[in-house]
Nanobody, 124 residues
Framework: QVQLVESGGGLVQAGGSLRLSCAAS????????MGWFRQAPGKEREFVAA????????YYADSVKGRFTISRDNAKNTVYLEMNSMKPEDTAVYYC?????????????????WGQGTQVTVSS
């Protein structure tokens, strides 16, 4: 079975940094898009970033561009989200997801697999 397990969430002060990890298992992801989404209390789930596993091409939401970096480690089968210059508005549950697509996917309903989520809280 495909499993995505997020880790690395926690509490950080505004301006600080965190790195989230998504350990992927169950199949080869060479033809997948890997994405990060987040959902804050009372708000809809929103796209954060995505990476095409095969090429490493990356895509970001405007709200995080220049602050967050998505990457993958082929040897570890892991996707990362490096978050810098964090703001209280970044507070949310962050989810790792995988879509069976070789082109970028930004719509959450197009993703096939989801992790359990990890809480990120940014204090002011």
């Amino acid at each position: 079975q495909v499993q995505l397990v997020e880790s690395g969430g926690g509490l950080v002060q505004a301006g600080g940094s965190l790195r989230l990890s998504c350990a992927a298992s169950g199949r080869t992801f060479s033809r997948y898009t890997m994405g990060w989404f987040r959902q804050a209390p009372g708000k809809e789930r929103e796209f954060v970033a995505a990476i095409l596993w095969s090429s490493g091409s990356t895509y970001y939401a405007d709200s995080v561009k220049g602050r967050f970096t998505i990457s993958r480690d082929n040897a570890k089968n892991t996707v990362y989200l490096e978050m810098n210059s964090m703001k209280p508005e970044d507070t949310a549950v962050y989810y790792c997801a995988a879509a069976s697509s070789i082109v970028v996917v930004r719509r959450g309903d197009k993703y096939d697999y989801w992790g359990q989520g990890t809480q990120v809280t940014v204090s002011s």
